[in-house]
């Protein structure tokens, strides 16, 4: 592996450090939902990710964090009694975050495909 991955590498767990309590939960849950459609012939690799594909992985994340969270039913609520919402926070948050991940890997494959190892 060459030098900039390794410096990616570092910098994604470095993020991952400072994420707060509630954004390492969310983004636990979207490694999950990523793990479990990560699969041979998986839209996660085709060259452009559809809108509609991306709301079904922020509906799963969003479905695990009901479960998990005991905020969330309370976040989910207030969405339908104001204009602001905390709830469409959340889902950017989620939609940012399997974003990062889809195409921070799929630079490292591509990277590894073009950049032969240092020897």
Not at 29 to 57: A, C, M, R, W
Not at 84 to 107: C, H
Request: glycine fraction near 2%.
């Amino acid at each position: 592996m060459n030098n900039f991955l390794d410096t990616n590498d570092i910098l994604n767990e470095y993020q991952k450090k400072i994420f707060g309590t509630i954004n390492k939960k969310i983004y636990s849950f979207v490694i999950d939902v990523l793990n479990k459609n990560e699969y041979i012939g998986s839209p996660i690799y085709e060259d452009f990710i559809t809108k509609e594909y991306l709301h079904q992985l922020i509906e799963q994340v969003v479905e695990i964090a009901k479960n998990n969270l005991n905020d969330i039913e309370e976040i989910i609520l207030e969405d339908e009694q104001g204009s602001f919402s905390r709830f469409r926070l959340l889902r950017a948050i989620i939609e940012v975050f399997i974003i990062k991940e889809i195409f921070s890997d799929r630079i490292e494959i591509q990277l590894d495909d073009i950049i032969p190892p240092s020897i």
